[in-house]
């Protein structure tokens, strides 16, 4: 066996850059089908995120470590497959003493992992040599993948860094409380020159998405009003890129204005809610089915409105217009809508008369009736209950 179970690793850190070499060593991943990783044990958690950080975990290593960094890295992979409860390296990266760079865990780049409540970070280990420093080799390769996944997922230097980790073992070798912290000053300053070393080659990459909207599935029969419902949206990635939730695609109001179908506790705004749920993926040329959790609106015996979807930057992305149409019934309810104003607004009060303002209407807003008295009507509205004025709604 490789390492004790309490012996494993020592997650320390020795850092010395070697800045005078440059950066033209070719440090393509060994795949791990190469490296021999035995898939069928690794406990695959399909959860991804679009990394917004790079974190360089740089370990020291035991006398007792192989020359050969290829088995080196099957009896790691064993040992966090197996008995770490990770189920798989908490890396995507190993960098190994002779400059190899590995494939790190199964999912690729854009598997969530939590260490120490990271979660949108892509980790990168080095496992240094018997002496702890970073020989020419490492050097350039570590460069080259910090530079790489740099471009590739527009992280700048600021959100590049290294970290030491905690953690304790427990009786059956797994690893508990496992916590990130800040390196000495020493090791701070020399990664930062590494990272200036290499920035004048910084030219991220422009992420550009595209859609397309295979189908629309609104439920068919007769809905009551101010429950909630399901619209099923069938999407494709038709682009290069995954989609994450992470990646800020929404669906939107083609008017840009509040929906109709907003709800408030499921949408991001009233006017958009992300297209992914937390921790899915849409792979290019990816089909799924999208499940839109909408407010049956106030408008029978129906109602239709227009969306598109929209970048982090509110762009539409192309051929991506759908509309949602539901036919609607009120029952036994009583609906108002607010009339105009002339100050843009109707204050809703504690009780009929001159009770105190706990809420605020806006014209052309609708709202359930849920009592009234002479002149007066009751509704709910922003999560409070009061009392307008009966001359400035209509009765619907």
């Keep these: 066996m490789l390492y004790s179970t309490r012996k494993f690793i020592i997650w320390t850190f020795v850092f010395v850059v070697v800045l005078a070499f440059p950066l033209n060593v070719s440090a393509v991943a060994v795949e791990r089908t190469d490296w021999g990783a035995d898939d069928d044990i690794a406990v695959v958690k399909e959860e991804y995120v679009y990394p917004t950080k790079i974190h360089v975990v740089m370990f020291n290593s035991q006398n007792d470590h192989v020359n050969d960094s290829e088995e080196f890295v099957r009896n790691l992979y064993y040992y966090?497959?197996?008995?770490?409860?990770?189920?798989?390296?908490?890396f995507?990266?190993?960098?190994?003493?002779?400059?190899?760079?590995y494939e790190a865990n199964k999912g690729g780049n854009e598997t969530k992992v939590d260490i120490g409540g990271e979660t949108d970070s892509l980790f990168i280990a080095y496992f240094p040599s018997e002496t702890g420093e970073l020989g020419p080799l490492s050097v350039g390769s570590i460069k080259e993948v910090l530079l790489a996944n740099m471009n590739?997922?527009?992280?700048g230097a600021k959100k590049v860094s290294i970290s030491k980790i905690g953690y304790k073992i427990g009786e059956r070798g797994e690893m508990n409380d496992v916590q990130l912290s800040k390196v000495g000053d020493e090791t701070q300053s020399g990664f930062s020159s590494l990272l200036k070393s290499i920035s004048k080659n910084y030219s991220p990459k422009k992420k550009i998405f595209?859609?397309?909207?295979?189908?629309?599935?609104?439920p068919t029969e007769k809905l009551l009003i101010d429950q909630t419902s399901e619209v099923r949206i069938k999407v494709k990635n038709t682009g290069e890129n995954s989609i994450y939730s992470s990646s800020n695609i929404f669906i939107t109001t083609k008017s840009q204005e509040q929906s109709v179908f907003y709800l408030s506790d499921k949408w991001d705004s009233p006017k958009q809610t992300s297209l992914l749920s937390t921790g899915e993926r849409l792979a290019p040329g990816e089909e799924k089915e999208v499940i839109l959790t909408v407010r049956v609106p106030l408008y029978p015996p129906e109602i239709s409105?227009?969306?598109v979807i929209t970048d982090t930057n509110?762009?539409?992305?192309?051929?991506?217009?759908f509309k949602i149409k539901m036919l609607i019934e009120k029952g036994d309810k009583s609906i108002v809508e607010i009339k105009d104003t002339s100050v843009g607004y109707l204050n809703v009060r504690s009780t009929p008369g001159l009770g105190d303002v706990v809420t605020k209407v806006i014209p052309g807003e609708r709202y359930i009736v849920v009592g009234s008295e002479d002149g007066y009507y009751k509704i709910q509205a922003n999560g409070k209950e009061?009392?307008?004025?009966?001359?400035?709604?209509?009765v619907i």
């Design 80 to 90: 966090f497959s197996t008995r770490s409860g990770f189920g798989d390296f908490p």
């Design 314 to 321: 509110g762009s539409v992305l192309k051929n991506t217009d």
């Design 210 to 218: 595209t859609l397309e909207i295979i189908d629309v599935i609104v």
């Design 305 to 307: 409105e227009e969306f």
């Design 386 to 394: 009061g009392w307008v004025v009966a001359s400035y709604v209509t």
């Design 92 to 101: 995507h990266y190993i960098v190994t003493w002779d400059g190899k760079v």
């Design 152 to 155: 590739e997922y527009a992280i």
